[in-house]
C-alpha cells in the first residue's frame, strides 16, 4: 500500500509560479515510479511529469520548459514546480505511483486526492 497526499496548490495570476508536494508513504517498491497528472473540468486527466527510480524525467508537451519534477527521497516527497503558469494549466494536480513506469499514461496503482491550481489570466 501507497499513500499520497499532496498540497500546495492555489490560486495564481498568469505568469506566475506555485509548487506542488506530494508527501507519499507506504511501499518503497510501489514508489520507484511518480507522475503528476492533472484533469480540468470536462477534459480527461493527462500525465503532466514523471520521474524513474534513476532519476530520468519526462514530460508532456504543453509543459516543457515551464515544469520541472523532482524528489527528495529523505524526505518522502515529490514535486512539481510550475513557472509561467497560463490559465489552461487550471486543472485538479494528482500524483500517482507504482512499481512500473507508465510513463505519462495513467495506469499508475496509487493516487492521491488531489490538489486544485486556479491561474486567472
Known amino acids: 500500500q501507497v499513500q499520497l497526499v499532496e498540497s500546495g496548490g492555489g490560486s495564481v495570476q498568469s505568469g506566475g509560479s506555485l509548487r506542488l508536494s506530494c508527501a507519499a508513504s507506504?511501499?518503497?517498491?510501489?514508489?520507484?515510479?511518480m507522475a503528476w497528472f492533472r484533469q480540468a473540468p470536462g477534459k480527461e486527466r493527462e500525465g503532466v511529469a514523471t520521474?524513474?527510480?534513476?532519476?530520468?524525467?519526462g514530460y508532456a508537451d504543453s509543459v516543457k520548459g515551464r515544469f520541472t519534477i523532482s524528489q527528495d527521497n529523505a524526505k518522502n516527497t515529490l514535486y512539481l514546480q510550475m513557472n509561467s503558469l497560463k490559465p489552461e494549466d487550471t486543472a485538479v494536480y494528482y500524483c500517482?505511483?507504482?512499481?512500473?513506469?507508465?510513463?505519462?499514461?495513467?495506469?499508475?496503482?496509487?493516487w492521491g486526492q488531489g490538489t486544485q491550481v486556479t491561474v486567472s489570466s
Open positions: 507506504g511501499s518503497t517498491a510501489f514508489r520507484s515510479y
Open positions: 500517482a505511483a507504482d512499481r512500473v513506469w507508465w510513463l505519462l499514461q495513467s495506469h499508475y496503482r496509487y
Open positions: 520521474i524513474g527510480s534513476d532519476g530520468r524525467t
